[in-house]
């Protein structure tokens, strides 16, 4: 199984990743954790990305693509794999599609976990994190005892500060120019699976399963 996990930021399809890479036994492509192994291991594509990541700019396409590449022709993609982050554009989608069609491969399916901006906006800015142990809260769904302090450890709880308000915003914006066009190119290809987002984490992900035919 080939599948691609498209969802703004705070829709849960990194959780849905998870779970469905427990299942069917196949690893999670993120192009975050190839960043990070390719530079921990200080290779050559670790050290050109890093060039650009310390510069303060976006990693090229070209570049990306090749850390891709190299990640899903080892052994333990050989059954499939779950994208998650990837693609965010449409010259990604393309370039990925040429890539896996080299390959003789192609995506089964892009599952569009759909949950309203309202939604992620009360989810991630009410979010709250011991600034000692790192236990979370929200000011909605999990309040805390003792208002502002830990229920854990008594330290001081913090708002992140990609949980802000005008930072989420900001990231969906970004997600509704950049990466919400490639639910139409998929579309074209009649590989989306539309789900809501907006139900606990076992519906969501029950709800996958029924469209993926495995219950």
Known sequence: MRLILLGAPGAGKGT????????????????????REHISNKTDL????????DAGQLVPDELVIELVKDRITRDDCKNGMIFDGFPRTIPQAEALDKMLNDLGISIDYVIDVDVPDENIIERMSGRRVCSKCGASYHTKHKKEKLEGNCDECASTLMQRVDDKE???????????MQTKPLIEYYNKQNKVLYIDGTADVIKVHDSIMKLLGEN
């Open 16 to 35: 849905q990743a998870e779970m469905l890479m427990k299942y069917y036994k196949i690893p999670t492509i993120s192009t975050g954790n190839i960043f």
């Open 46 to 53: 670790g050290k050109q990305a890093t060039k650009y990541m």
């Open 166 to 176: 005008e930072t989420v915003k900001n990231r969906l914006q970004v997600y509704h």
